[in-house]
C-alpha cells in the first residue's frame, strides 16, 4: 500500500499481484498551478489528470499484456469518479473494472 505508486515503482511479473489505491489521486487543490486552473474553470483537466494518475497506478502492478493483477478501490468516490470520466476512458480500461 502506497500513497504514491504513480511513479518510480516497475512491479512487473510475480513482484506484485496486487495494490491497494485508498482514495482517488485529485491534484492538490492548493497548489498554486491547480488553484489556478481550477478558478478558471478547468474542471475537464483536473478530471483528466486525476484519470492518467489512476491509470499510472493500475499499470505499476500490471506491467506488460502478459503480466496480471487485481488492484482494489476502497474509497467510494471511485464510482463516482469512474462516471464523471466515462467518456474518456479507454474502453480497454472499463473492461477491467468490476464492481
Given at each position: 500500500i502506497s500513497p504514491s505508486i504513480r511513479?518510480?515503482?516497475?512491479?512487473?511479473?510475480?513482484r506484485s499481484r496486487w495494490q491497494v489505491l485508498v482514495r482517488?489521486?485529485?491534484?492538490?487543490i492548493t497548489d498554486p498551478y491547480v488553484r489556478s486552473r481550477l478558478l478558471q474553470g478547468h474542471w475537464v483537466w483536473y478530471n483528466w489528470r486525476t484519470l492518467i494518475d489512476v491509470m499510472q497506478m493500475?499499470?505499476?502492478?500490471t506491467r506488460s499484456k502478459d503480466d496480471s493483477s487485481v488492484v482494489y478501490l476502497l474509497d467510494t468516490r471511485f464510482h463516482k469518479f469512474f462516471q464523471k470520466v466515462?467518456?474518456?476512458?479507454?474502453?480497454?480500461?472499463?473492461?477491467?473494472?468490476?464492481p
Open positions: 511513479e518510480g515503482i516497475d512491479a512487473h511479473g510475480s482517488p489521486p485529485y491534484p492538490a493500475c499499470g505499476r502492478s466515462n467518456h474518456i476512458l479507454p474502453e480497454w480500461f472499463k473492461a477491467g473494472i468490476v
